[in-house]
Structures are given as C-alpha cells and as structure tokens.
C-alpha cells in the first residue's frame, strides 16, 4: 500500500496493491495498522455510498461540533473531488486541493482520498454516473451540517466544468443555500494531524 503525499497538509491518497490473474484481482483497500503507522484513522463509525449522474456537484460539506474524517473510494465512474482546509491554525487555511478519482476500467489504478477532521468536502461527477463509498470518523450530526458554496469567489476552485461538455452542474437547493467562504461559520480549533 502507498501513502501519497498531497498539496493540503495532512490530506493523502492511498494506492492499494492489486494482485490479479486471468481470473480477476484482489486488494487490501484498509489495514487498520498500516493506516494507523501513516497517521491516518484507523477507527470508522459509519460508511455511506452516493450514486449520482453526470454533472451532479454535491458540496461543499462539513460539520460543526463533530467534525468528520473522510475517507473517499470511487467504486464506478469518475469524479472531480475538492477539499479545503477549515482549520484555522492550518499553513494551508483556505486553500483547495483537487483530485481526479475514477474507477471506470479494471486497469485504473485503486485510489483512496483520506480528508481529515477539519476540511470542507465536495465532487463533481464527470463520468455519465458515479458511486463513491465514503468512511466516517463520526457520526452524521444535522445540527452541525454546513455547507460553502462551491463556486465561491475567495476560494476560487478551477472546478473541470468543460469535462461535462455543455452540462451545468446540477446542486441540491441546500447546497444552493451555502455561505460564501468569508461568511462560513468555520470549525473551531480542529487539531493538525501529526
């Protein structure tokens, strides 16, 4: 398993090893131990899965008072996934990293994000639908849910809108409803990774 290193401190991707035949292949997507040994949670509460179309942006996500690590697998199609630092004590505080997860051919390389505590989240899918299965360090809180607008002036995400030929992006009517960056109310002291 390789430990990938991002542009956000603290955020990485995870390369399982593929072993395969004729017959197919097999991976250890999660060892607990080695997640832990690359200070990565290693404890999961919860694992949801979305299936959305072509051009369905969801986020972008967070939660106040029960913050969530996340930990992101594409299990078919492609998707665009942006996350952003909250933390204010954080070098990297406001700043967005992107990464194109896909899994549309057995071939594809198996990429794991690993987004901790203290991020915004969000995706675009570009592929004509996508599942993706994420893990969650704690539980989903309503009370806590906020959300900031993806197309967000301050953060200014190069979101790979011309990857959906001619489609707009399609958001939910809460997601319509985030704040701006510099009106979010941001998580407060959410530790840094060691």
């Not at 131990?33 to 899965?49: L, R």
């Not at 360090?137 to 993806?150: K, M």
């Amino acid at each position: 398993m390789q430990i990938v290193k991002t542009p956000l401190r603290d955020v990485k991707l995870i390369e399982p090893q593929r072993f395969g035949d004729s017959r197919g292949w097999f991976s250890e997507v999660f060892n607990q131990s080695t997640f832990a040994d690359a200070g990565i949670a290693s404890e999961f509460v919860q694992d949801n899965q979305s299936f959305s179309v072509k051009g369905v942006l969801r986020g972008l996500h967070y939660q106040l008072g029960r913050p969530q690590g996340k930990l992101i697998r594409v299990l078919t199609g492609h998707i665009w996934d942006v996350v952003v630092d909250l933390r204010s004590e954080s070098p990297d505080f406001g700043k967005w990293a992107g990464f194109h997860l896909k899994t549309e051919s057995p071939e594809d390389v198996i990429q794991l994000l690993w987004i901790p505590e203290g991020f915004a989240h969000g995706f675009l899918v570009l592929s004509d639908a996508a599942q993706v299965l994420y893990k969650t360090t704690d539980f989903y809180y309503p009370a806590g849910e906020r959300s900031i607008l993806w197309n967000d002036s301050t953060l200014n995400i190069t979101w790979p809108l011309e990857d959906l030929h001619g489609i707009s992006p399609s958001v939910s009517a809460k997601d319509e409803l985030g704040k701006p960056f510099n009106e979010a109310e941001l998580p407060q002291q959410v530790s840094l990774s060691r």
